[in-house]
């Protein structure tokens, strides 16, 4: 079946340094791409978005880049801090009119190291 | 600003019993969506609704049902509950379909 994945369970780093989290989908017709953050006993967080228009988009310090030719998302965080730590979750929308429940990825925590 | 508004936030029930969680989407949203995110587990979209009628239903067990009611709550109702039934329950609200989908805080359901 269609699915979204992420491929790193947990990734480090180091405060002050960047993060890039990657997802990888599998649905071509999905339109609407969410990185989602998650704290400990928290609902997710909307975080940002992009639809398949679009390459890229930029936030404060999250850049969300799209390339539908792999089928990839990724997650940029500039100059991490120790509020970034939790788990993120890529979801994703089809274009399938009416199907408008999301579809999430596996999560990967990011921890970061003072 | 407001948030979307879960209760309870926390449920203890025996297996076969039944479960009502409730959700209160942000003013002027209306549109509901509920999740299940088991332990270590990606939230699983269950079922959505939009302008109190059904809009999309996912991996929602027929033991369970939910509705929309004229103030834009919205109740899941799961009876016969089973021990996998355990789990943490989103309610996500949004201003119309398709755009951005605000999380609550979730109901941690445990079936004992």
């Known amino acids: 079946g269609e699915s979204v994945g992420l491929h790193l369970p947990t990734l480090s780093v180091q405060e002050g340094d960047n993060s890039i989290i990657n997802c990888a989908y599998s649905?071509?017709?999905?339109?609407?791409f969410i990185w989602y953050k998650q704290e400990s006993g928290k609902g997710p967080q909307f975080i940002i978005d992009?639809?398949?228009?679009?390459d890229k988009r930029q936030g404060q310090r999250v850049t969300v880049l799209l390339n539908k030719t792999v089928k990839h998302l990724s997650l940029q965080i500039a100059a991490t801090q120790p509020g970034d730590s939790a788990v993120y979750f890529c979801a994703e929308r089809g274009s399938g009119g009416g199907a408008d429940g999301l579809t999430f990825g596996k999560g990967t925590h990011l921890i970061i190291q003072p | 600003a407001a948030g979307v508004i879960q209760s309870p936030r926390h449920l203890i029930k025996e297996k076969r019993e039944t479960a009502t969680l409730k959700c209160y989407p942000i003013p002027r949203h209306d549109t509901v969506y509920w999740y299940q995110q088991g332990p270590g587990q990606d939230p699983q979209f269950l079922i959505s609704f939009y302008e109190k009628m059904q809009s999309d239903k996912g991996s929602i067990p027929d033991r369970f049902s939910a509705q929309q009611f004229s103030d834009y709550h919205s109740e899941l109702n799961m009876s016969s509950l089973e021990l996998g039934d355990s789990a943490l329950y989103f309610c996500?609200?949004?201003?119309?379909?398709?755009?951005?989908?605000?999380f609550g805080p979730g109901t941690r359901l445990t079936v004992t």
């Open positions: 996500a609200s949004s201003q119309s379909r398709g755009n951005e989908q605000y």
């Open positions: 992009i639809r398949s228009n679009m």
């Open positions: 649905n071509s017709a999905s339109d609407y």
